[in-house]
């Protein structure tokens, strides 16, 4: 399976953006992930296969909404109210199995190739 992410681009402090994963077969758990410049990837969001459940890292919670259309084999990250400490790569990333999603990533089946997105102060 392939994911393809797109979406990102720069935004001033305070706007929206929404970035779109596409895979291209059936996946479980889908995520989001993220990577700014001198730091390590982090957890930023996750959904269920079914779309039901969510969790968020605290960082975004309130801010940023997760979703998914299974008809599309599409998952969302909405982002609203972007800070500068948001500016980052996002990478999405999907399980095979229908297991609980790693927040460390370190076991994750599939990654797309990442977005940048750049938000302005």
């Known amino acids: 399976v392939q994911l393809q992410a797109s979406g990102g681009g720069l935004v001033q402090a305070g706007g929206s953006l929404r970035l779109s994963c596409a895979a291209s077969g059936r996946t479980f758990s889908m995520a989001w992930f993220r990577q700014a410049p001198g730091k390590e990837r982090e957890f930023v969001a996750a959904?269920?296969?079914?779309?039901?459940?969510?969790d968020y890292a605290d960082s975004v919670k309130g801010r940023f909404t997760i979703s998914r259309d299974n008809a599309k084999n599409t998952v969302y990250l909405q982002m609203n109210s972007l800070k500068s400490e948001d500016t980052a790569v996002y990478y999405c990333a999907a399980e095979a199995s229908p297991r609980a999603l790693d927040h460390s990533g370190a076991s994750i089946d599939y990654w797309g190739q990442g977005t940048l997105v750049t938000v302005s102060s």
């Open positions: 959904i269920g296969w079914i779309g039901k459940s969510a």
